[in-house]
């Protein structure tokens, strides 16, 4: 936004002593440039998601509470702000004062759709598991138990100034399939949750989405994590009802056919609970998450060298009827994301001489402008841009590398 002339100092030289504001107005991009991510990658959407404009991270004087960063990986923002002296012979710019204010950003970020996880994902998350109970120490088997939770809906961050807590529910789900029919369903014990934030940090650009799975499978070691584990409720849940379905008759003849063998412990990520062929009992578990107040969290992001990701951690206690078997635990992790809202207040309104700024402007670049035949000495010998290069104003310092090189015209072509 131009200052308008009428804020500088007549004739422009400061007085010693006196204060001078220059307001103006600082606009958050929703992204950054294509120009900040031009390295190779393995998809375009590794592409969209590193121009994504990512939080403020690991500044520990912006605020007192911890946001979980390492001391490997850090990102800053500022807004800086110098006097120029320009000088025309020779022609060149003199910095007299600058200053800098540093700014803690946490820019909106929609909720993508669930994670698709992979066979190499498995390392990182369990959707399900199976576990085989016994009656007691050298009794026999009394059943096996599955654990299953779906992709929760992402945690959405509430804008800033908003008394709403960030929250999203969890539903367990439990079948239990007894050894034979007098077989009672397990005690449940307690349900404990835990959310994990994974900080990725790489001193190269990452051509895909930062993971535990694609670090091990690819071995960069240029690429390294840093978790930190929150606990965030433990409950009993003691008193959850179990629901006995009984066989279908159709089923029920054919069951001398069916193979129920299976290995007592197994899992897989996509799975859903299949319907046995004989009695079984089900039961869910409905578990809210939210995050507690005393961390400073950022909403999941990846960049070209930094990325956040989140996981949550459930772990089930179990009971048997038994005397001198030890409780059983069976464990789940589920992908987890962060977004957030963005602020929708509306925009401080321009003032007049802004507003007549901007529009001088809009007309000085629409102004028609007409196209002569250049001069005999200048064919064949201009060019696009002088010998002195001025970075465009639109474009950040740091991207004036990429400003187009000088390139001849040709009159003939205009």
């Known amino acids: 936004m ?28 929703e992204q950054l440039l294509p120009t900040a991510c031009t390295h190779p990658s393995d998809a375009d959407h590794v592409h969209t998601a590193h121009v994504q404009l990512p939080s403020s991270m690991g500044d520990r004087e912006l605020s007192i509470l911890d946001d979980l960063a390492p001391e490997m990986s850090k990102i800053q923002y ?3 702000a110098k006097v120029v002296k320009y000088t025309e012979f020779p022609k060149k710019s003199t910095s007299l004062v600058g200053g800098s204010k540093k700014l803690q950003i946490i820019p909106m970020v929609a909720e993508a ?24 120490m050298f009794s026999g088997k009394l059943g096996k138990i599955t654990v299953l939770a779906d992709q929760t809906a992402a945690i959405v961050l509430p804008p800033p100034g908003s008394s709403s807590v960030a929250t999203t529910m969890a539903t367990v789900k439990l079948q239990f399939e007894p050894r034979d029919i007098n077989s009672q369903p397990p005690r449940l014990g307690g349900l404990v949750t835990k959310i994990k934030a994974l900080s990725f940090y790489a001193t190269k650009p990452s051509k895909s989405l930062s993971s535990r799975s694609s670090i091990a499978k690819t071995f960069e070691p240029a690429r390294q994590v840093y978790q ?10 003691e008193q959850v009802s179990w629901v006995k379905h009984l066989p279908h008759p159709d089923l029920s003849r054919r069951a001398s056919t069916i193979s129920s063998s299976s290995s007592e412990y197994s899992d897989n990520s996509q799975m859903s ?58 464990k789940i992790c589920l992908p987890l994301q962060i977004a957030a809202r963005g602020n929708r207040t509306a925009p401080v309104s321009l003032t007049a001489e802004e507003a007549a ?14 196209i002569e035949i250049p001069r005999e000495d200048l064919v064949e010998n201009s060019f696009l841009r002088s010998s002195f290069t001025v970075p465009r104003p639109e474009l950040p310092p740091s991207y004036e590398h990429t400003e187009e090189p000088r390139r001849q015209v040709d009159p003939s072509r205009c």
């Open 2 to 29: 131009p200052i308008p002339e009428t804020a500088y100092p007549q004739p422009r030289i400061a007085a010693a002593g006196k204060t001078y504001i220059f307001p103006f107005n600082f606009v958050i991009p």
């Open 78 to 80: 500022s807004i800086n």
């Open 113 to 136: 759709p669930p994670m698709s996880i992979s066979e190499d994902d498995k390392g990182d998350y369990l959707l399900s598991k199976t576990k085989s109970l016994r009656k007691g």
């Open 228 to 237: 930190a584990s929150i606990p965030l409720s433990s409950r009993c849940v």
């Open 273 to 330: 609970l299949k319907t046995p062929d004989r009695l079984y009992y089900t039961a869910e578990i409905l578990v809210p998450v939210s995050l507690p107040s005393s961390k400073i969290w950022i909403p999941t992001f990846h960049s070209c060298i930094v990325s956040r990701i989140y996981s949550l951690d459930l772990t089930l206690s179990i009971h048997t009827p038994g005397a001198g078997v030890p409780a059983s635990s069976v």
């Open 357 to 370: 700024a901007e529009l001088a402007d809009a007309n000085e670049y629409l102004r028609p402008r007409v």
